[in-house]
């Protein structure tokens, strides 16, 4: 079985600041993880996915996240927030060898100017 | 096309009614889902399909839910008898399963309020 947790359900950052949001999985098998971002009223967007390659993966909008096997982890972090950054934040496990994929409960971001 | 599209966008009823929400995913993309996301959570899966196969439907939350792909192309999520708890936003994906990592797009969903 597969599940995420996020911790912190809202995060406030100054805007420069850096920006570190929180996922811990857990997996029966080698997971494919995933950062996504919603924004209000607007469907999910992928910011970066890890499959087994690289552990630092980059994404989009300047964002990157760490594969941590040993810490079960997947942190999202930015070096310097922007305003246009608020949002909310998704991370999501999938096993391996199927589609299904479990959501965390999502970090609201609210940038400081 | 370039991208998931959901209609309608908004659908207000009355408990008891039935609504039926429509799918269109990307047009090369062979599999497709639908989550549902409550406020203050994540999306949570409901069912898949791979062309017009379903093959997970049991996370569809009652026996009122149901869905359908009839050509492999776009889907209809339906729910009867809807109830004040079914209010959600509904979210429907697509992907290509080319045998590497399954990147879900995303919809931008349909907001049901049941009242």
């Known amino acids: 079985a597969q599940s995420v947790t996020q911790l912190g359900s809202h995060v406030s950052v100054s805007e420069g600041a850096l920006v570190l949001l929180r996922c811990n999985y857990s997996?029966?098998?080698?997971?494919?993880l995933f950062w996504y971002v919603q924004y209000p009223n607007q469907g999910l967007q992928l910011l970066l996915k890890?499959?087994?390659?690289?552990?630092l993966v980059k994404g989009i909008n300047g964002f990157e996240a760490e594969f941590k096997k040993s810490e079960t982890s997947f942190h999202l972090t930015k070096p310097s927030a922007h305003m246009s950054d608020a949002a909310e934040y998704f991370c999501?496990?999938?096993?391996?060898?199927?589609?299904?994929?479990?959501f965390g409960t999502g970090t609201s971001l609210t940038v400081i100017p | 096309d370039t991208g998931v599209s959901q209609d309608p966008r908004h659908k207000i009823t009355k408990r008891g009614q039935n609504v039926t929400f429509r799918c269109d995913p990307i047009?090369?993309?062979?599999?497709l889902y639908w989550y549902r996301q409550t406020l203050g959570q994540g999306p949570e899966f409901l069912t898949y399909?791979?062309?017009?196969?379903?093959?997970?439907k049991s996370r569809l939350l009652s026996d009122r839910f149901s869905a359908e792909r009839p050509k492999g192309s776009f889907s209809t999520l339906e729910i009867q008898r809807t109830e004040q708890g079914d209010s959600a936003m509904y979210l429907c994906?697509?992907?290509?399963?080319?045998?590497?990592?399954?990147?879900?797009?995303f919809g931008p969903g349909t907001r049901l309020t049941v009242l």
């Open positions: 999501a496990v999938s096993a391996a060898l199927r589609n299904q994929f479990y």
């Open positions: 997996s029966s098998v080698p997971p494919y």
């Open positions: 047009s090369e993309h062979n599999r």
């Open positions: 399909f791979q062309n017009e196969a379903q093959l997970e």
């Open positions: 890890y499959t087994s390659a690289a552990t």
């Open positions: 994906a697509s992907s290509l399963d080319s045998g590497g990592a399954y990147e879900q797009f």
